[in-house]
């Protein structure tokens, strides 16, 4: 059975694109906020998401961002997440997010296998991260 440990709204902020000849780059740069059970803050500054589009490979994202807050026990803390995905067979996209967190309470999200799914929502995307059991 998979648990959602966080929920991210992500607003985007700006992008910068290079097409090239064999390819297509984007950093898309973003910040948001959270407010689920286990974790409410928000996206610091410097959040991007990597983007490479190339003919005849799988379409593939790195976003690396830190969110600042409180955990689930009501102490301030970080988490940096680094959330890399790919484009399914489906069209939908599925990620498997790292996590480092300075919150004792949510330690157990750094050795957790994780993995997460990306809605569209309006002015951005919203992030959901599981585990599993």
Do not use: W
Not at 99 to 123: H, P, Q
Request: glycine letters at 12%; hydrophobic letters at 35%; one cysteine or more.
């Amino acid at each position: 059975m998979k648990k959602e440990e966080l929920t991210i709204n992500v607003r985007i902020t700006g992008v910068n694109e290079v097409k090239g000849h064999v390819g297509t780059a984007r950093m898309i740069l973003f910040d948001g906020d959270v407010d689920c059970d286990n974790f409410k803050g928000k996206i610091l500054p410097g959040g991007v998401d990597t983007q490479k589009e190339i003919p005849g490979e799988t379409f593939k994202l790195s976003a690396r961002y830190v969110l600042e807050g409180t955990d689930f026990e009501g102490k301030e803390c970080h988490i940096f997440i680094e959330n890399n995905g790919e484009l399914g067979e489906d069209g939908s996209l599925h990620t498997v997010p790292k996590v480092f967190t300075d919150s004792e309470a949510l330690s157990y999200l750094e050795n957790k296998d994780l993995f997460g799914t990306i809605e569209d929502i309006e002015g951005g995307v919203r992030i959901h991260i599981f585990s599993e059991g």
